[in-house]
T-cell receptor
């Protein structure tokens, strides 16, 4: 079956630091990969996505590249802000197989001024 | 555009009480899901519905039932609430079968069972 593994948190950074959150996946088909963000007290919302190998998804300064050879989709940002403090979820769905979104456990990011 | 709407936002139940969590989406999505979110556990799938008239168990279905009332609505029922069901519940929907289509989430229902 499909599964997603992401690094445990919390990740604590100072403002303007570089961010990496690791994510690896297992899938039987050809999945699309996603990063979602959850701000306190809210539901999840899509941050970025990539649908095929070597695609790069980007949004709000965040980037992630679909690496089929390493089955990874690591989230990066060059300079984090306090407002980026949230929980980040890596996820996949497979339109050709199990379309049900599968999520990692989430990584909490705390950014200090 | 409302997206996915869940009610209620907060609820406190006594052990043994029943309740229904409501969810509606206005995006004409075929697929709908119920997840629960617990600290350190991420999102776990309770039930899902691939299309109107069908429902299937997810990872943690025990103690829950669902109804796909029509294409828009997907409700989750707790027949006899237990403290272990204290959690945050999220409803989501997506357009099944389209490459790269994301899930859209409601704001969540924070349920406490005492």
């Amino acid at each position: 079956g499909n599964s997603v593994t992401q690094m445990e948190g919390p990740v604590t950074l100072s403002e303007e630091a570089f961010l990496t959150i690791n994510c690896t996946y297992t899938a039987t088909g050809y999945p699309s990969l996603f990063w979602y963000v959850q701000y306190p007290g809210e539901g999840l919302q899509l941050l970025l996505k990539a649908t095929k190998a070597d695609d790069k998804g980007s949004n709000k300064g965040f980037e992630a590249t679909y690496r089929k050879e390493t089955t990874s989709f690591h989230l990066e940002k060059g300079s984090v802000q306090v407002s980026d403090s949230a929980v980040y979820f890596c996820a996949l769905s497979d339109s050709g197989g199990s379309y049900i979104p599968t999520f990692g456990r989430g990584t909490s990011l705390i950014v200090h001024p | 555009n409302a997206g996915v709407t869940q009610t209620p936002k907060f609820q406190v139940l006594k052990t043994g009480q029943s309740m229904t969590l409501q969810c509606a989406q206005d995006m004409n999505h075929n697929s709908m899901y119920w997840y629960r979110q617990d600290p350190g556990m991420g999102l776990r799938l309770i039930y899902y519905s691939a299309s109107e008239g069908t429902t299937d168990k997810g990872e943690v279905p025990n103690g829950y039932n669902v109804s796909r009332l029509n294409k828009r609505e997907f409700s989750l029922r707790l027949e006899s609430a237990a403290p272990s069901q204290t959690s945050v519940y999220f409803c989501a929907s997506s357009a099944k079968g389209l490459t790269g289509t994301e899930a859209f989430f409601g704001q969540g229902t924070r349920l406490t069972v005492v």
